[in-house]
Nanobody, 121 residues
């Protein structure tokens, strides 16, 4: 069984920074793409940033230049460094990973339970 566990959320003032972490554990053969999504109150879940196993990244326009996604493949962990935070960044942030549990198994989509980020003065 595979688990994704996020940490690092909390309350921060506008202009502040937070670093989210997401560690994958369990029966993992390989982890391909990893990503962060967020879901603001009353809205759908949206992609924030993604990173391939080779380190290629992709960002939502709203966070370009402010957020940085990175990963440590040895630790099966993905990070999201969030700088210059704005009130509109307030949301639950979810970790997502495409994981294969065995050599001949296709990737499956796994999600964490989410961590709340609140940007407010």
């Amino acid at each position: 069984q595979v688990q994704l566990v996020e940490s690092g959320g909390g309350l921060v003032q506008p202009g502040g920074s937070l670093r989210l972490s997401c560690a994958a554990s369990g029966s993992i053969f390989s982890i391909n793409a990893m990503a962060w999504y967020h879901q603001a109150p009353g809205k759908g879940r949206e992609l924030v940033a993604a990173i391939t196993s080779g380190g290629r990244t992709n960002y939502a326009d709203s966070v370009k230049g402010r957020f940085t996604i990175s990963r440590d493949n040895a630790k099966n962990t993905v990070y999201l460094q969030m700088n210059s935070l704005k009130p509109e960044d307030t949301a639950v942030y979810y970790c997502n990973a495409h994981i294969s549990i065995a050599p001949d198994y296709d990737d499956m989509d796994y999600w964490g339970k989410g961590t709340l980020v609140t940007v407010s003065s």
